[in-house]
C-alpha cells in the first residue's frame, strides 16, 4: 500500500475517532462519568496520526534536528531548551517527543471541551479539520498546549496555575504573548453591548474581506526591513525575520507556496462563497451565544479576531501564526453554538449542512487532490 493510500486511510480514521467520541461525549455521557475514556481514545488516535509521521511539513527538519543533535537556531526560549535537554538525557527516540507534543496539545483542548461537552460533537472533529498549521507549526503548537490549560485555570480563577502555565507558554514560544494579551483583555474588560452587534462585526468582516488585498502590506516590509538589527541584538534568531521582512511580512512569504500545498480551491467561485459565509453565520450566531452566555467571550473574541487577521494577512507565514494562537478557539465556538442556539429545525439543518460542506469538504476531504512535495510518509518509511 502506497504512503499516500495509508496517509489518508490514518487521517480519516482519525477523523471518524474524534466525531464517534465526540457524539459519545455529547450525547451519552450526560454526567460525565466517562468523559476522559472516551477523550483519551480520542486523545491517543490523534497523537499517533501526527507524532508518527515522519518529515511533516517545513518545519519538521528543525525541530527533528533539535531533539537528535545541534540546535536548528540560537533559541532563547528556556523552557524549550530545558525540555530539549531533559529528553535528549532520556535518550528515548525523536518520534516520542513529536507524540507527546501532539498529546499535550490534545490534553489541553479536551480541559476547554470539559466545560462544554455537549459541543464536543462539533469541536474534537474540528480541531483536527482545521487549517492550523498544526503540522508545520510544531513549537508554536507545543507552547499552546500551555496556552490551552492556562485559560483553563484562568476560567476557574485559579491564578497561580494560570501564572505558570502562562509563562510556560511563554518560555516555549514568545509570540504566546500576543495571544495571553488577547486572553486577558477580553477576560477583563467587558466590551460594550453596542459593539457586541452582529451587524456591525459582520459589516467590518465583509469590508475586509471584499476589499482588503494582501499586498497593502507591501510597504510594512519595507519599512520593518530598515530596522537597525545590530542596535537591538539577535534574541533567539529573530533578527532574521527583521532583515527578512519584504518576505516575511508580504505576499512572498506565502506558506503554501513554501510548503508545496497548492491552493486548488483558489479558483472556485463556490469556495470562495463558502469562505464568506461561513465566518458571517458563525459571527451572527456568536454574538448572540456572547449575548445570552458572556463566559465565552474570550472564545468569542479570540475567534473573530482570528477571521480577521486570516483576510489581513492570507497565508503569510508571519500572520498565520497570530491567527493560529486564535483560531484553536473557533471549533469549540462552533460547538457551543450549536447546541447553545436555539434554531428551527430547516434553519438549524442549513447551518448544519454549510459547517458540514465547509470544513470537512473544503478543509479536509478536498485536500485528497493536493500534492505535498514534502510526501506522505511515517517514521517507518525513514
Not at 438549524?348 to 478543509?363: C, D, M, P, T
Request: charged share 15%; with cysteine.
Amino acid at each position: 500500500m502506497s504512503g499516500f493510500a495509508i496517509y489518508w486511510l490514518l487521517r480519516i480514521f482519525t477523523f471518524l475517532t474524534l466525531l464517534i467520541c465526540g457524539f459519545l461525549i455529547s450525547y451519552k455521557d450526560p454526567k460525565q462519568k466517562k468523559f476522559w475514556l472516551y477523550g483519551s481514545i480520542a486523545g491517543v488516535v490523534y497523537s499517533l496520526n501526527y507524532g508518527l509521521r515522519w518529515n511533516r511539513p517545513w518545519d519538521y527538519p528543525h525541530y527533528y534536528q533539535d531533539l537528535t543533535g545541534r540546535l536548528y537556531t540560537n533559541y532563547s526560549d528556556i523552557t524549550y531548551l530545558a525540555w530539549i535537554d531533559f529528553f535528549k538525557f532520556s535518550g528515548l527516540p525523536y518520534w516520542v517527543a513529536f507524540i507527546f507534543y501532539s498529546a499535550i496539545l490534545f490534553y489541553g483542548f479536551l480541559l476547554i471541551i470539559r466545560k462544554y461537552p455537549k459541543g464536543a460533537v462539533w469541536a474534537l472533529p474540528l480541531f483536527f479539520t482545521f487549517p492550523t498549521n498544526v503540522d508545520n507549526f510544531i513549537r508554536q503548537f507545543f507552547a499552546t498546549s500551555f496556552l490551552f490549560i492556562g485559560y483553563y485555570f484562568m476560567e476557574e480563577k485559579k491564578w497561580g496555575k494560570t501564572l505558570l502555565f502562562f509563562l510556560l507558554c511563554l518560555t516555549i514560544h514568545f509570540s504566546g504573548l500576543f495571544a495571553i494579551f488577547i486572553f486577558l483583555f477580553f477576560y477583563f474588560f467587558k466590551i460594550s453591548e453596542k459593539f457586541v452587534n452582529a451587524w456591525l462585526l459582520i459589516a467590518i468582516f465583509l469590508g475586509f474581506f471584499f476589499f482588503w488585498d494582501v499586498a497593502y502590506l507591501d510597504p510594512l516590509g519595507s519599512l520593518v526591513s530598515k530596522i537597525d538589527t545590530g542596535a537591538i541584538g539577535d534574541v533567539g534568531g529573530r533578527s532574521s525575520y527583521i532583515e527578512g521582512a519584504e518576505y516575511w511580512l508580504t505576499q512572498e512569504g506565502d506558506i503554501n507556496t513554501r510548503l508545496g500545498n497548492y491552493n486548488i480551491k483558489a479558483s472556485s467561485v463556490l469556495y470562495n462563497i463558502f469562505t464568506c459565509i461561513t465566518p458571517v453565520v458563525i459571527i451572527y450566531l456568536g454574538t448572540k451565544t456572547l449575548k445570552s452566555f458572556n463566559q465565552i467571550r474570550v472564545i468569542f473574541w479570540s475567534s473573530y479576531l482570528a477571521n480577521i487577521i486570516k483576510i489581513i494577512g492570507g497565508n503569510i507565514e508571519i500572520y498565520s501564526r497570530f491567527y493560529c494562537w486564535l483560531v484553536c478557539f473557533e471549533p469549540v465556538l462552533v460547538g457551543i453554538i450549536m447546541y447553545k442556539v436555539p434554531m428551527k429545525p430547516y434553519l438549524k439543518w442549513s447551518v448544519v449542512g454549510l459547517f458540514v460542506i465547509y470544513f470537512y469538504y473544503y478543509n479536509f476531504l478536498s485536500y485528497f487532490k493536493a500534492i505535498s512535495e514534502l510526501g506522505y510518509d511515517f517514521v517507518w518509511d525513514r
